[in-house]
């Protein structure tokens, strides 16, 4: 299932569904936090749907809309928010990629692993190089795993939910592959450089959330037609907190070389993808 867009009311909504319907693509309106989103049920139809989303923004009052209402509206259809908790789960899942998803799962699971007296054997397996005696440079994946360990319930929230807000966004409306590359790259590089910064005992995706921070950044300005980008004020406190991160005025144990290398990573490669025609 794909969002393809959002409307300010399940009327304006329900006519394009409608409409849709008549052209044998099957779309559903769920509620979301301002207005309704347009759900399509099988993704090889986004693209057509898509297409008549932007001409129904640019003309809702089209004759063409009244007349699919009558023809294949239902009289009896009632828009139903459904329970609470089953929406926040619905807008959860949608907000976000089967990718998104995916790291938020493994985050989660190794943290509660933490919590329930595994806490040294995965440090000892999924740690970098050199924190724990023993490790060799065979073990590859060192490079990488140390993103996908929290040390506190703050540390991981706080990582979580920009990696779901910002990461879903840029799967969901750019696909998949520039994720899993500011995932790979801004999961390793800016690791190796917090090795030699501050020593080898760290871990968080602080380095891919800054990553995808400016990656959403880069777009939002460069090609705002893809429909991600960050607000200036939004921008403006990750990067205050980037910065206090290196005056210690917290009295907390920063990663800032991950945070840093990660937020180029991802100036980069927005930067690159933004040339891209596609």
């Known amino acids: 299932m794909i969002e393809i867009g959002r409307l300010p009311n399940e009327r304006a909504a329900q006519a394009l569904v409608d409409y849709l319907k008549g052209q ?8 979301a936090e301002q207005g309704v989103s347009l759900i399509v049920i099988h ?12 001409r129904f923004i640019q ?10 209402s009558w023809d294949n509206g239902d009289t009896n259809a009632k828009f139903d928010y459904g329970a609470p908790a089953l929406q926040l789960l619905t807008q ?9 998803l995916s790291v938020f799962g493994v985050c989660i699971l190794i943290f509660a692993g933490f919590n329930l007296g595994f806490a040294n054997p995965i440090y000892e397996y999924l740690s970098f190089f050199n924190a724990v005696p023993g490790t060799e440079l065979t073990d590859f994946w060192r ?23 910002l990461g879903g966004k840029i799967e969901n409306k750019i696909g998949v592959s520039p994720l899993l590359t500011l995932l790979l790259v801004a999961g390793t590089l800016p690791n190796i450089l917090q090795y030699f910064i501050g020593g080898p005992h760290f871990g968080g995706l602080s380095g891919v959330v800054y990553g995808v921070v400016g990656y959403t950044w880069i777009m ?4 705002p037609e893809k429909g991600i980008g960050l607000p200036p004020a939004l921008m ?3 990067m205050l907190w980037l910065v206090f991160g290196f005056t210690d005025l917290f009295g907390l144990s920063i990663a800032n070389g991950a945070h840093t290398g990660g937020l180029v990573v991802g100036l980069l490669q927005g930067l690159i993808d933004s040339k891209r025609r596609t």
Do not use: M
């Open 24 to 31: 044998n693509i099957d779309c559903k309106v769920i509620a």
């Open 43 to 54: 993704d090889q139809d986004s693209v057509r749907a898509g297409i008549e989303y932007q």
């Open 59 to 68: 003309n809702p009052y089209d004759e063409k809309y009244l007349q699919a």
């Open 92 to 100: 959860f899942i949608t907000g976000a990629g089967p990718l998104t």
């Open 143 to 165: 490079v990488f795993t140390p993103s996908l360990l929290h040390f506190s319930a703050l540390h991981i929230i706080f990582n979580l939910l920009w990696w779901w807000y």
């Open 220 to 223: 939002g300005v460069k090609r």
């Open 236 to 238: 403006g406190f990750l």
